[in-house]
């Protein structure tokens, strides 16, 4: 059994405050909590307590360790010191200043007559400065944030007071919103973990958790998982599936040691409909309507651009270039026949558009989706 007093800190994950996991620092370090009990040992009811951030605690309970990670598990509050500074609230109320610049406010409470002090961390203060502090036990900050040319941004200011003999802190994250990087999912594979939002465009390729919305999305230049595409159920609402566009806006997150989008939200998307070739020929020519086709390959016209031709059944269609991905032009149009190892006899899924060129249909542009090698 271990005890620990520290001030209680922020809260990391959505929904814990049920199950009461959290962080506890002093001025040593931090430590995880995962798992709180209430005053009569009980789970799953951590709210009881009325612990706030600030808030100095004395707790116990068993040590272990997760993914290396030291934690306290389960623990038993022994004791609360109620902080003596506290944030009320914020104007606007998000505490979110727009990209072009402007204010935000804190409106904190304060219990002694030392006044507080204002903490922003080293690396906000090219962005973010304060521009008055009123006193008194109903204290008023206002911060200022420049212009931001970059991607979403945030940081976490501390107010501190003292009662002569202990020192109190109060936390307040301050956000401001930046332009979206239109990126290739290569770009965003290389780009660090943090707030920037990123706008990927790409083609479903599978499907991991309908429900949640978890899909591997990939374009011209890679392929990258998505943790959830907004809430619970909006994907199955949406009617998405695999082989559908999708334009999606997150963060770029990691897990693992594997990059992945999070947080991503569904901007646009593009249905993909698989039909036959027999299908696909009786089409009418229409450059905003994708198809997937899926058939044998029987000649290579070019195999740098991918020009071919698919068989299936009774049918039979040229192909105008398979392409990498969604978003291949130039040079990045070439070469994927050679990259996959595609042949002749070889079973080829592709998105495309139906066009007609001197009187004879074909599929236009081609995105490769998939491949079978011939048996």
Known sequence: MCRQEADHQRDPRPGNTTYGNWYLV?????????GTLD??????NFLSLGLEEGDIVTVEGPKTVYNGTVELVDVTVVKIQKSLVKVEGYDPADATIPKEGGNVTVNLTCKTTNGISVEIPEDAKSWLGIVSVT???????????????GGDRSTTVVFKTTDGSKEYTANATINQTGAIVE????????????????RLTGVITSVANAT?????IRDFSGETYVYGIGARGDF????????????????RGVYRETPQMTGAVLESSIPVTPVSIDEFLNEPDDPNVYYMLTGTITEIANPDYGNLYLYDGDSQVYVYGCYPGWGATGEYRKYLIATEGIEVGDELSVIGVKS???GTPQMANGIYFSHKKAQ
């Open 183 to 198: 990126c290739s999912i290569a770009e965003f594979l290389e780009a660090e973990v943090g707030e920037t939002q990123y």
């Open 135 to 149: 006193g008194g036990a109903e204290p008023v900050v206002t911060f200022h944030a420049n212009a931001n040319a």
């Open 212 to 216: 949640f919305g978890n899909v591997y």
């Open 356 to 358: 007609t060129y001197k």
């Open 39 to 44: 005053a009569k040992g009980g789970t799953k």
């Open 236 to 251: 199955e609402a949406a009617g998405l599936k695999a082989g559908d566009i999708v334009t999606l806006v997150g963060k």
């Open 26 to 34: 002093d001025e040593t370090g931090e430590v995880y909590i995962y």
